[in-house]
């Protein structure tokens, strides 16, 4: 008796060891200092890795395409010249302390669909595009995910290119001299869907013991730059009733912010990640201090009243204490529902394969976030270890790897139509 494939190429796998040595090979770019990577957006070690791709991309027998935000579009030909592609990506940037796996393994799990694909001779209706998004991160310029913010009509390019790192240095001016400052226009490629793979970057997956979470949607994200303007003054001659300590004040505005986001418990979260104060020496009280409060929730309301009541609570401690405060949105996103067909395309890719999955609410925010805007999108994940992650010591396993990549291959393929 004879079975019937459901699904044209239902049997494909990837090698998973062919993926896993591409990863440790790019993983020695950048390397950090405790086993991870620092191969932070527009250096010369993110130049580095972009080159690394290309590289692997034209063994591949890709076309490559880059845009005047230095998107990376490597492009499979498909057989119906009219037909829309499929795109599948994430980005190769990282945090200053990032790990091995964080985008990069979107990137690299799309790369190794093509060279699946190659080895066994099969063809697609639709192109199939993989692409390394540029400042996905947002830690050097913010804000994150910046060039599929452009690319989704979200920011304006001339706004993108504007943005200063810590050190003044432009955007624009460090994307040009790195060498990945394209001509093609930002946003003028049309998709038939995108999908991006990612590791959990949360606990949920390893705790329950699945192999896949199949993303439905993303948590919405406000950041806020909240400045706190005091007075410099010596720590040991100024008495206590005359002092206008800016450390102290944001010290009590991030209590508020705990107090708010467990107000809003369990879907809420917030805390402040960045944070200096000024003029940072041991014995002169901060005059002014200066941090970002990240709000997150699937509910956009939620987000909102947040907002509200940091600004209020802020108001009345700086207040109290002859403080001056100054809030600035400078990142955020709304809740994102995923696309149902791209969706359903991944969930079937799991199920075919056998693997075990269940369904998440992403409490990061992905390009994928951004692109589901302009076209269908969806997000599939792995387990990584403890949910650690924007930490070197982030780990994910060959197996979560090999795993997350085969139901990436099979809703790419389903989606591009094998022919």
């Known amino acids: 008796m004879t079975h019937s494939p459901t699904f044209p190429g239902e049997n494909l796998k990837i090698n998973g060891d062919r993926l896993w040595n591409s990863l440790m090979e790019m993983a020695r770019i950048g390397p950090g200092v405790a086993g991870g990577n620092n191969r932070q957006t527009l250096t010369d070690e993110d130049a580095e890795g972009r080159a690394l791709f290309q590289t692997w991309c034209r063994e591949a027998g890709l076309t490559m395409g880059v845009d005047r935000m230095g998107n990376m579009f490597a492009s499979r030909a498909g057989t119906d010249p009219d037909a829309l592609p499929v795109y599948v990506g994430s980005h190769l940037d990282t945090q200053p302390t990032g790990g091995k796996y964080d985008g990069v393994l979107g990137v690299l799990g799309g790369l190794e669909i093509i060279r699946t694909l190659n080895d066994l001779d099969i063809r697609t209706r639709h192109p199939i595009v993989v692409t390394n998004w540029t400042n996905e991160e947002g830690t050097r310029f913010a804000p994150a995910m910046l060039a599929s913010g452009v690319f989704a009509g979200v920011h304006s390019q001339d706004w993108a290119y504007a943005r200063e790192d810590a050190g003044g240095k432009r955007f624009g001016d460090e994307l040009k001299r790195i060498g990945w400052q394209g001509e093609e226009e930002v946003g003028s490629r049309k998709m038939h869907a995108f999908f991006e793979l990612h590791i959990e970057q949360g606990p949920i997956l390893e705790a329950e013991d699945k192999q896949i979470g199949i993303v439905t949607h993303g948590q919405g994200l406000s950041w806020t730059q909240v400045t706190l303007t005091g007075k410099d003054a010596h720590t040991g001659s100024t008495p206590m009733p005359m002092r206008r300590n800016a450390g102290l004040g944001m010290a009590r505005v991030l209590e508020a912010v705990d107090r708010i986001a467990f107000a809003h418990a369990p879907d809420a979260v917030g805390a402040a990640g960045h944070i200096e104060v000024f003029p940072n020496s041991r014995n002169v009280i901060p005059g002014k201090a200066v941090f970002t409060v990240d709000f997150r929730s699937p509910d956009l309301e939620v987000i909102r009243q947040m907002e509200q009541q940091l600004e209020e609570a802020a108001g009345k401690i700086c207040d109290d204490m002859g403080l001056q405060v100054e809030f600035e949105k400078v990142g955020g996103f709304d809740p994102v529902e995923f696309d149902a067909g791209c969706v359903g395309a991944l969930r079937r890719a799991a199920e075919r394969l056998g693997y075990s999955h269940r369904d998440l609410i992403s409490g990061a925010?992905?390009?994928?976030?951004?692109?589901?805007?302009?076209?269908?999108?969806?997000?599939?994940?792995?387990?990584?270890?403890?949910?650690?992650?924007?930490?070197?010591?982030?780990?994910?396993?060959?197996?979560?790897?090999?795993?997350?990549?085969?139901?990436?291959?099979?809703?790419?393929?389903?989606?591009?139509?094998?022919?």
């Open 365 to 419: 925010g992905h390009d994928a976030c951004w692109i589901n805007r302009v076209a269908p999108a969806a997000m599939v994940m792995c387990p990584c270890v403890d949910g650690l992650s924007h930490n070197e010591a982030e780990e994910i396993t060959r197996d979560w790897a090999t795993a997350g990549a085969e139901v990436l291959l099979h809703a790419v393929v389903e989606t591009a139509e094998i022919v």
